[in-house]
Every structure is written in structure tokens, then in C-alpha cells.
């Protein structure tokens, strides 16, 4: 199903067949808490190339997001490490048109996870851990201050 709504890799301008892709949480899974993380919900699911799922975990200042319209479209969002907003509506929505409709069954992430299994902290907030915690605050303000729709 994520595959027929995003038939390539997400990231803007790469073209990367979506079945040669892996499915990324945009917001992070959260292994230890599945709850409290990223949920595996099509909202917060696409699919990105190897490159570009390693760019995202490990390259620093990139930032993605998945947003759900007042429509029921999905639309990508990156921001560059130098605040380049990129967004791109996924391709496939009139295949399923009401499917941003259907409510979730989660609530919002309150606590993102580490994007590895074996990643767990040794403190209390791993690097990781606090770099995705300051993504989902810049999530979270990109989505008050700069309303899409
Ligand atoms: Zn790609
Ligand atoms: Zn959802």
C-alpha cells in the first residue's frame, strides 16, 4: 500500500523504483517503547533509497516530515542542512483517494526512538535519542509556524 502511494524513493528528485527501496518511519520507530515513537501507520511510513535512508540517519541537518491534508493527500517534506524546504505530494493518491481519511489509531509521538535496534542508550538520552527529539521539536514548530494548507 506505501508502495503504490509513493512509487519511488521520497527524497526530492531522487527516482529510485519504490520496490528497490526500503520503507522508512519518518518519525523514528521507538524500539523500547513502540507506543510512544513513530507509529508503523501508512501516515508515517515511505519509502526511501539505501543512500537516502543513511543520509537521513546519518547525515546531519536533514530533516524529514510526512503531513496528512484537510484532503486526505499525503505530501513529503525534507529540509537541507542549509533550511531548504523541499514538498512533494505523493504521486499515487487518486489510487486511494480517502485513505488520509481513515483516523489513525495513535496519538501523536511523544517520545521518537533510536532509528537501530541494537542502539539502545547507555544514558539516559543518547546522541541519537536527543537528535531525533530535536527533530520531532522542529516537526513540531514547522507544523505551528508554517501551516502547508
Ligand atoms: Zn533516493
Ligand atoms: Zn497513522
Same mark, same amino acid.
Given at each position: 500500500m506505501i508502495r503504490g502511494l509513493f512509487p519511488t524513493c521520497t527524497w526530492p528528485g531522487c527516482d529510485r523504483p519504490a520496490h528497490r527501496c526500503q520503507l522508512d518511519h519518518v518519525t523514528e520507530f521507538n524500539h523500547r517503547n513502540p507506543e510512544a515513537g513513530g507509529p508503523t501507520c501508512y501516515c508515517n511510513l515511505n519509502p526511501k533509497c539505501l543512500f537516502h535512508h543513511q543520509l537521513k540517519t546519518f547525515g546531519d541537518?536533514?530533516?524529514? =516530515?510526512?503531513?496528512?491534508? !484537510?484532503?486526505? !493527500?499525503?505530501?513529503t517534506e525534507v529540509t537541507t542542512p542549509h533550511g531548504i524546504t523541499v514538498r512533494t505530494r505523493a504521486l499515487n493518491t487518486w489510487l486511494l483517494p480517502n485513505l488520509g481519511l481513515i483516523p489513525c489509531g495513535h496519538g501523536p509521538p511523544t517520545a521518537p526512538g533510536t532509528t537501530e535496534p541494537g542502539d539502545e542508550p547507555t544514558r539516559t538520552l543518547t546522541r541519537t535519542e536527543a537528535k531525533h527529539a530535536y527533530r520531532q521539536r522542529l516537526? !513540531?514548530?514547522?507544523?505551528?509556524? =508554517?501551516?502547508?494548507?
Open positions: 541537518g536533514w530533516l524529514d =516530515d510526512q503531513i496528512v491534508d !484537510a484532503h486526505g !493527500a499525503l505530501w516537526r !513540531a514548530r514547522n507544523r505551528t509556524e =508554517d501551516p502547508p494548507f
